[in-house]
């Protein structure tokens, strides 16, 4: 970031929009991965509008796997 306080400031404001938009896409990207991929896993039958106990129990653990994996491997990559 030193690299980025040299930067003239319109430069600077440049790069933080195009560095927010960017975290932006992966915020929703890795939120529409986790919706797919627990739907998927989870959500069998559509009889109903509402999801059952068992899918519901399914989904929160499927998410918050998930919120977990995507969690430590950010302080992975980030040592």
Not at 11 to 31: A, G, P, T
Not at 55 to 74: A, D, H, L, P, W
């Amino acid at each position: 970031m030193d690299a980025v306080q040299n930067l003239p400031p319109y430069k600077q404001q440049e790069f933080m929009q195009h560095l927010e938009q960017m975290q932006l896409k992966d915020s929703l990207s890795m939120y529409n991965r986790l919706v797919e991929r627990c739907f998927d896993g989870c959500v069998s039958s559509f009889r109903s509008k509402t999801l059952d106990k068992s899918e519901i129990s399914c989904m929160e653990n499927c998410s918050g796997r998930y919120i977990k994996m995507t969690q430590r491997v950010g302080l992975r990559f980030a040592e």
